[in-house]
């Protein structure tokens, strides 16, 4: 998402890292970067590093800070999130759903100062739960159940982002299974699908279970950072709930 802001859009980037603080934050976020050279180049110009921690009150920042994230802030896009399946369920609150009312608060005071653009919120997919056939895009139930812990605080995040869709330009992103780009492989995060292909690469299982007939819903990491970044800045996605899945 950072690459496709600094590519198309004309911004100022501020990108909120934890860590114990200022000179950690920016070692951290290098770190993270460091395969982009111009990325991790753009570091104290184009992108303003920020200490601070989205599951604490003011995202963790003092409040010289959180002023000037109210005044500046003209658009959000939320992807953070604690991506353990089965973590209990109360440490997933914390980053997916606290989180995400704190993120709003912001949106909410940066709203009132001087008018809001967007507010994106990434989401996931697997918000339907157990629900099986067409699952339209503006349908956020509990009926059908949860596979995991993960998803229940994801659903709990977006019942926040709903709530608050009359009073603030939000725009809903739920991708699918996020691999890598789609012209290189390229990936950071090896969760979701790469999870059993890394044990059966070690050694460590003989085989990958799977089924001929099963379908498992990927989508690239550069579709979907796309998709976020262009639709956060287009006019006519504000209000909107988009399934970024396979088609």
């Not at 507010?119 to 596979?147: C, I, K, N, W």
């Not at 890394?198 to 799977?210: A, E, F, G, I, Q």
Request: charged share 20%; hydrophobic share 45%; glycine share 6%.
């Amino acid at each position: 998402v950072a690459r496709e802001l600094l590519g198309e859009r004309d911004c100022l980037v501020y990108a909120l890292v934890r860590a114990d603080d200022q000179d950690a934050a920016v070692r951290r976020l290098r770190r993270a970067w460091c395969d982009w050279p111009a990325l991790a180049a753009s570091i104290g110009g184009r992108v303003q590093v920020l200490c601070g921690d989205i599951s604490r009150p003011h995202l963790g920042l003092d409040d010289a800070a959180y002023a000037q994230l109210v005044r500046n802030v003209t658009h959000i896009i939320h992807p953070a999130a604690d991506l353990r399946l089965m973590a209990p369920l109360d440490e997933l609150r914390a980053t997916n759903v606290r989180g995400t009312e704190h993120l709003l608060a912001l949106a909410r005071a940066a709203h009132h100062d001087h008018g809001l653009s967007r507010f994106a919120h990434v989401s996931t997919a697997y918000v339907a739960g157990g629900r099986d056939g067409a699952v339209p895009e503006h349908a956020l139930t509990d009926a059908y159940g949860f596979s995991s812990a993960y998803e229940v605080s994801k659903y709990e995040a977006e019942l926040s982002v709903q709530a608050a869709r009359g009073k603030l330009p939000i725009s809903i992103f739920r991708p699918g299974m996020v691999v890598g780009d789609s012209r290189t492989g390229e990936i950071k995060t090896f969760n979701t699908l790469y999870y059993p292909l890394r044990l059966y690469l070690m050694d460590r299982l003989s085989l990958v279970p799977t089924r001929a007939d099963a379908l498992v819903n990927l989508v690239p990491v550069d579709y979907v950072a796309q998709a976020i970044v262009r639709l956060t800045f287009h006019a006519d996605a504000a209000g909107q709930t988009f399934h970024l899945t396979a088609p």
